[in-house]
């Protein structure tokens, strides 16, 4: 079992930046890839971004690339997710995930490979 709790969501300016972060408990931290997953109202939830249990490899989706950088720090058993030049469109609840199948040596963007879902943080980019 793996705990995920998100935290850093807020009300901010277009253009802005945030930083969410999303802290686990429970089974060993560096076994997971970690993602980032959004959903809007009304709308299906959708990849963000994810990190292999390392640290070494990183993919995004292309709504975010080159403004969101996901990064890691298994000392502190916690994921980054960090936002620039947000948008209104970037408004959603961000979810973080865990596939804790990192031994095969994979990332993946689909959220039905993530066995373990944090309750989310509302990010509101106002225009």
């Known amino acids: 079992q793996v705990q995920l709790v998100e935290s850093g969501g807020t009300l901010v300016q277009a253009g802005g930046s945030l930083r969410l972060s999303c802290a686990a408990s429970g089974r060993p931290f560096s076994s997971n890839n970690i993602g980032w997953f959004r959903q809007a109202p009304g709308k299906e939830r959708e990849f963000v971004a994810v990190i292999i249990w390392s640290g070494s490899s990183t993919y995004y989706a292309d709504s975010v690339k080159g403004r969101f950088t996901i990064s890691r720090d298994n000392a502190k058993n916690t994921v980054y997710l960090h936002m620039n030049s947000l948008r209104p469109g970037d408004t959603a609840v961000y979810y973080c995930?865990?596939?804790?199948?990192?031994?095969?040596?994979?990332?993946?963007?689909?959220?039905?490979?993530?066995?373990?879902w944090g309750q989310g943080t509302q990010v509101t980019v106002s225009s």
């Open positions: 995930a865990a596939d804790p199948r990192a031994y095969r040596g994979i990332i993946t963007p689909i959220p039905e490979e993530y066995a373990y």
